[in-house]
């Protein structure tokens, strides 16, 4: 049997009485407690309940249709929509009667006053005739519901049963094997370790992110060896000291067989961070989440306001993390590199193309070499630009843009702690040289510092 519903019509004629009080009544603002002793001291069949006028509420009240909703202080109260006067604030309306022999606030009309009204009682009589039905089949439905969990506690107790007897039987087999192996010597037997309970564990009252499929991997392993033994296993210890990543260690209070379940996977990257000898392995939750904090442009003290402050999931700390952030630089940077070496040979080789373009030889360094011209295009930005386009910030970023080949050719990035303008990363000339196509690129640099190549 499915669980018995009112339909919506009748949840919101409910809604709808509340125009039928008198004047003195509807302009009170009433709780919901109050809402609901008010209709069954009018006429409505106390089977009423504060879940369904709750219901009625939230899902048939869409738009205040029928009444007004305000908040003051904690509570939540309701009035009629279409008394738009205004009487105050509802905790004014109940402060007003300061003195203890003041009258008390006309919730209730007259005892059954909607069986009176001419409107109100035909909506009365279709709402107590569903509110029957539905008390009706809810204890129909309560009563299923016994049947089927008594008929399941049987069944359990049934398996149980079955499963003790099994195990008996199996130890007593075994037990006469032995006996007669070992010439009847007496044999000790450990007894099972008590079961644990899994909310005194350390560490075992916070939140996790978990992989879907090495939790179902783990839930189908648990639950085959559970039933070969014939009990449940019990949780031991929730390590969570490697950031975000979890380790459980579960054993088997019968055979003493322990499970592990993480919650991702551990891995170890192919970069070596600098001034370090090898990659460690690190729970790939870590990674992820210094990559994201690239990828969709946040630093890392919003990533762990976010995720440890809002979230409760633990993190990595602040050192380690560093770490994981430099490991992605680092390889962000030597792609950078050879991207920006290929785009620049691509640009030259492209410019030797172009009609007209006559080289021009020069000597560098006692080295005599030619050099090609292209047409390149260059933007850039900073933190605060002062009114004649001098750089007040303290950050700025410069792109240089081949029109030749259409890609860029180099990025710049600078930090400075005071400085008037930037580092100018301009492509003035790219040289050929005989045997390697190497294009030389001039920084002109004017009164600043700390001046590096963006790692991206």
């Not at 125009?19 to 209709?39: A, Q």
């Not at 001291?41 to 899902?59: D, I, N, P």
């Not at 087999?173 to 309970?197: G, K, Q």
Request: net charge positive; proline share 4%.
């Amino acid at each position: 049997m499915k669980l018995p519903k009112l339909k919506a019509s009748t949840y919101k004629q409910i809604l709808s009485l509340e125009s039928h009080y008198p004047d003195n009544n509807k302009e009170i603002w009433v709780t919901i407690n109050e809402m609901r002793d008010r209709l069954v001291h009018s006429g409505v069949h106390k089977s009423l309940s504060l879940e369904l006028l709750e219901y009625a509420l939230t899902r048939c009240n869409s738009g205040s249709m029928f009444v007004t909703k305000r908040t003051d202080g904690h509570t939540s109260f309701y009035r009629h929509s279409l008394l738009t006067h205004d009487v105050g604030a509802p905790l004014d309306q109940r402060n007003r009667l300061s003195s203890r022999y003041a009258k008390r606030l006309p919730i209730n009309p007259e005892r059954d006053y909607l069986k009176t009204h001419p409107v109100g009682i035909r909506k009365l009589e279709m709402i107590n005739s569903a509110l029957l039905r539905y008390a009706n089949d809810m204890d129909e439905y309560n009563r299923e519901q016994i049947k089927e969990q008594t008929k399941k506690k049987a069944f359990d107790a049934a398996v149980e049963k079955a499963v003790a007897e099994k195990l008996k039987e199996s130890r007593d087999n075994t037990d006469t094997n032995n006996n007669l192996t070992n010439n009847n010597e007496a044999r000790e037997v450990t007894p099972p370790r008590a079961t644990i309970d899994p909310s005194s564990i350390k560490g075992n009252n916070s939140n996790g992110i978990y992989s879907i499929p090495m939790m179902t991997t783990f839930i189908a392993e648990a639950t085959k060896h559970a039933s070969e033994c014939g009990t449940s296993i019990n949780l031991n210890e929730v390590d969570k000291k490697y950031g975000a990543g979890i380790i459980q260690k579960w054993d088997c209070p019968k055979c003493g067989k322990e499970l592990e379940l993480r919650n991702c996977n551990w891995v170890r990257t192919s970069v070596v961070e600098e001034g370090r000898r090898e990659s460690r392995k690190q729970p790939e939750l870590n990674l992820k989440i210094a990559i994201g904090t690239r990828t969709c442009g946040i630093n890392m003290e919003k990533m762990h306001a976010f995720v440890s402050g809002s979230m409760g999931v633990k993190m990595s700390s602040r050192n380690n993390a560093r770490h994981t952030d430099r490991k992605i630089r680092q390889s962000i940077g030597e792609v950078f590199k050879v991207r920006k070496e290929e785009n620049l040979a691509e640009h030259v080789a492209a410019c030797t193309q172009l009609p007209g373009n006559t080289p021009l030889p020069f000597e560098y360094n006692g080295v005599k070499s030619e050099a090609t011209f292209g047409t390149v295009s260059q933007d850039g930005g900073g933190k605060k630009r002062a009114y004649r386009q001098n750089i007040n910030g303290d950050e700025a970023g410069l792109v240089v843009h081949s029109e030749v080949t259409g890609r860029p050719i180099n990025i710049t990035h600078h930090q400075v702690s005071d400085m008037i303008c930037y580092d100018m990363c301009m492509i003035l000339f790219s040289l050929c040289l005989t045997q390697l196509l190497s294009p030389i690129i001039t920084n002109y640099r004017t009164n600043a510092t700390n001046a590096h190549v963006l790692q991206i």
